[in-house]
């Protein structure tokens, strides 16, 4: 049974994380990339409870548990020593100059006010409670406040546990981070609606983020949302490749898909390439391997039900056939992972082919002409990630195809498949619409921190008044742009 | 006669622009830098048929405009010198690591696609057709799309044609920018709702602005809108300033107030301080300084016509008393400057008082307590500055009100008067809502640039096919993130 927050709580709780803004905003990067570390020290200490909590709720094997627990910490750890930098403060300082009449202008990046994050199951750890959103959101500056996933209830409240105790180790207001639970949709629309909340950061379906999208922005003060929704993840094979390597690119693309019975926003769902021997050879290979793969139990039943329903939707489409599927019956919640092959045209013609089935099925898409792919690739909506397989001669010979798939993606992969990410700066994981609400952010990654900043500029202040960051003696030794040029030393005024 | 260009015409702009939007996606840094450095020198070589011509439609001074056309051409040379250093290329690159299985990561920021950019009536050059909108989302990497402000057509075709000579010159794709104009709704509507269009550039009223908001988030796909749309510019007087200088400060208060006819974003509409002897005396000195303001022609008499309605609105609200005004008729579309004073319960109680009369009138708040003043500070809409005057002293005695002074601007000024910004990097010119729809981004200062880019993650791409920010031997020597730390050097493979 998973409890509902009562909207007094709620109330409560949101006029604590606006109380609490007031003193976050007035911390320095240093501190809370203090308070960043001992949250990632503090999740590292929870023992294997956590792991097999998590296990329970979600089906996801410890192994994978394991290491989706060190990515979660190295993400606290690595957007603190982002933070600590003043790469996202981008402190900005002018002063007088003879021509002009505003005087000293001091401009950084403070947090814009308490951040609702709403928990995805496929991530229990990296995307829920303590995941990337609330980590980069107070790295940023802001008081959190996470709508736990009701599928994984008791794992979302040992890391608020962990969070909390955090908060309280550094004797920091309490409304930094709160925890609500509830199964309704009303709660996330309560929250987001609530003028007191500035930003929203929600990964699950369409309908989910698209919803709240729409609650911010006629809101009477409109505010940001940060959802991320989904994508069919395409992959565009060109002949070279396929004449050199397409059972290896199968087997690949096959492993790939299957990943983690599809349960990945980046899983390739579709593939598609010109007809011929190459591309035979390719889908001959995946029927050799697809069969094989052991299913396994889905997320939750909701995941396997929706799974089911849209993957049969795909299958009776016209044109659209079987070449490899699973094919014993479902136990329990099992995703039976499934391909199946299209014409270029019918895929063109038929939008239901283009929306996402989230679990283990892919679409492999047999062009009659490279204008084909062409229509293909400038009518695609958005997409987290876009993979060319291809050779060096394949690049050349398909430049403006190419051109237009760096419109509809956030990350554009040469080869290999692109199921998982790297937490770098480089990372990008954000596309446009559909795949995001917002293609100019990520949310893995350092740079994630950004979505939660705003600039003020400070104009003529004393020294004694401004934060850390603008002083003149730079007493945190940042990286500052003064007078234009980038200057990490103290001023000489 | 202001000519309506047809729907055929603006669709045919559109698909112009969205194809341009292909060829200069690909330019590099300094190619867009070059060509914003030309269009600085075309505007410069205007000679003074600009001018005149601006004066007859906008009644601005000759003096006044020279200055205009200075700072336009300084923002597009400052945007182009800060675009051409990389900074808003980003570039950040993730080489291959051991424990990693993404390999090689490369990401930047490229444009999004065509931009609408709305001319604004009161800088018929700096915020209009050739202004900062247009300046930043060419630099950024995007194709142009004007509509041309109605209040000034002939000022605007010359800087629309300044620029497409230039585009001309550099044998560009003729879509990198377009005129369209226009009198109705209807244009701007059509435009903000259109498929190829991909943000839109807006300054003006709260009503223009934020239907153009809803406009773009109702699209299927959403696009973003900047939108700065009015703010009250609220001056907080403290104690010991008051005391000490009263008169100078309400001389300094008048001129900003009637500095060209009020007719700015930053006009300081507001003026908040305890009553008592040196409020009496700032009172007696605006009644000696703003009856002598020489009244002349607003805009034009839309603006007119708004300001006297809105002023009598204002000045016919209970417990609301005429200071100063300067008496004469109006002539023409004259504005003639008035200042009122009420009392803070009445200033807190009745909303009509905090919003924006566009035009030469402040109103006076004579507080009772410093809890009315933290009260109204607390209560104050977002707005594009707030002014803070006062002494150290009285700083360190009013620091929780000016902590809350920070979440309701985007730039806080120790005393000194609001009117005007400085094209420089630590501008701030972008306030919470209602005073622009995203307070995240400045629409004055390089950093306006920011608005129009989305960054793009390159996975294994083989050197040649990757932008000439991202390669390997950094040709463009930027300063680029390698590993996580800045490096403006080719990189070590």
């Known amino acids: 049974m998973i409890e509902e927050t009562s909207k007094e709580v709620i109330d409560q709780r949101i006029q604590m994380a606006a109380e609490a803004y007031q003193f976050l905003k007035n911390t320095t990067i240093r501190e809370r990339a203090a308070f960043m570390n001992a949250v990632a020290d503090k999740i590292e200490s929870l023992g294997d409870g956590l792991l097999t909590t998590a296990h329970q709720e979600t ?68 995307f829920s409670t303590a995941g990337g959103d609330t980590a980069s ?9 996470v709508k736990a996933h009701p599928a994984h209830p008791e794992t979302s409240k040992i890391m608020a546990d962990a969070i909390t105790t955090v908060v309280h180790e550094f004797k920091w207001p309490e409304g930094i981070f709160s925890h609500v639970t509830g199964t309704s949709n009303d709660i996330g629309a309560y929250l987001a609606k609530h003028k007191e909340i500035k930003a929203v950061a929600f990964t699950g379906s369409f309908g989910g983020g698209k919803a709240l999208f729409n609650i911010a922005n006629q809101r009477e003060e409109p505010i940001p949302v940060f959802a991320e929704m989904g994508s069919i993840n395409p992959v565009f094979a060109f002949q070279n490749v396929l004449q050199n390597r397409a059972e290896e690119l199968a087997k690949e693309y096959a492993a790939s898909l299957t990943l983690g019975v599809g349960q990945f926003c980046t899983n390739p769902g579709v593939f598609i390439a010109l007809k011929g021997e190459g591309l035979n050879k390719f889908i001959n290979t995946l029927k050799n391997e697809i069969p094989g793969i052991t299913p396994v139990n889905m997320l939750h039943k909701g995941i396997f039900e929706n799974f089911e329903k849209l993957k049969t939707t795909a299958i009776e489409q016209p044109e659209v056939n079987v070449i490899a599927h699973v094919s014993s019956e479902a136990n329990e919640w099992q995703g039976r992972a499934t391909v199946v092959e ?42 987290l990630t876009i993979t060319v397989a291809g050779t060096d001669p394949d690049v050349r010979e398909n430049q403006n195809l190419i051109n237009f798939l760096k419109d509809k993606c956030g990350r554009l992969l040469f080869n290999g498949m692109p199921t998982g990410v790297e937490v770098v700066y480089a990372m990008q994981h954000g596309g ?62």
């Open 137 to 145: 959101a107070i790295g940023a500056g802001n008081p959190v406040i």
């Open 342 to 383: 299209t014409t270029g045209k019918n895929f063109i013609q038929n939008s239901i082919l283009s929306e996402e089935v989230f679990g283990p099925f892919g679409i492999v898409v047999a062009c009659e002409t490279p204008e084909e792919m062409i229509q293909i690739a400038k009518q695609l909506k958005g997409q």
């Open 59 to 126: 089906s996801l094997p410890l192994a994978r548990l394991a290491g989706e627990k060190a990515r979660t910490t190295g993400q606290w750890r690595s957007y603190a020593n982002a933070v600590a930098t003043g790469i996202y403060a981008e402190p900005r300082i002018n002063l007088p100059q003879p021509d002009q009449q505003k005087g000293d202008l001091r401009k950084y990046n403070v947090g814009i006010g308490p951040v609702v994050v709403f928990g995805a199951s496929n991530f229990p750890f990296a």
């Open 432 to 493: 446009p619409f559909p795949s995001t609400t917002d293609a100019r952010f990520t949310s893995v990654g350092p740079d994630a921190v950004k979505r939660f900043v705003r600039p003020i500029s400070f104009q003529n202040w004393p020294d004694e008044f401004l934060p850390q960051e603008l002083k003149n003696e730079n007493p945190l030794q940042i990286s500052r742009v003064v007078d234009g040029e980038v200057n990490s030393g103290s001023l000489k005024l």
